[in-house]
């Protein structure tokens, strides 16, 4: 049984940076798709950024282009979300999530899509 924990979420300032980790504890980190959604007050929860199953190519939704990456370390079986320039509307919970199953682009599939989830790290881009 897959298990993932979030940590680093925090309140930052506009403009700011800010790091998250994942840990995952069970298979190992490249069996399977992996990578971060989040949901902001009121929306629904989305995918952001994620970790292909079929190649590793990362991939990100458009409102983050350029301003978050995200890294894998196999070794500690933990992944990352580096976010930079943050905006107001990146405040949002943000969950680890993984999926079983060969896939592009988790973030490309409806959250119901999702095998696992982490337990949540709030985000909050305020001044």
């Known amino acids: 049984q897959l298990q993932l924990v979030e940590s680093g979420g925090g309140l930052v300032q506009p403009g700011g940076s800010l790091s998250l980790s994942c840990a995952a504890s069970?298979?190992?980190?490249?069996?399977?798709?992996i990578g971060w959604f989040r949901q902001a007050p009121g929306k629904e929860r989305e995918g952001v950024s994620c970790?292909?199953?079929?190649?590793?190519?990362?991939h990100y939704t458009d409102s983050v282009k350029g301003r978050f990456t995200i890294s894998r370390d196999n070794a500690k079986d933990t992944i990352y979300l580096q976010m930079n320039s943050l905006k107001p509307d990146d405040t949002a919970v943000y969950y680890c999530?993984?999926?079983?199953?060969?896939?592009?682009?988790?973030?490309?599939?409806?959250?119901?899509?999702?095998?696992?989830w982490g337990q949540g790290t709030l985000v909050t881009v305020s001044s």
């Open positions: 069970g298979p190992a980190l490249n069996f399977y798709a």
């Open positions: 970790i292909s199953s079929v190649d590793g190519t990362t």
């Open positions: 999530a993984a999926k079983f199953e060969v896939v592009q682009d988790m973030c490309a599939m409806t959250p119901s899509a999702v095998d696992a």
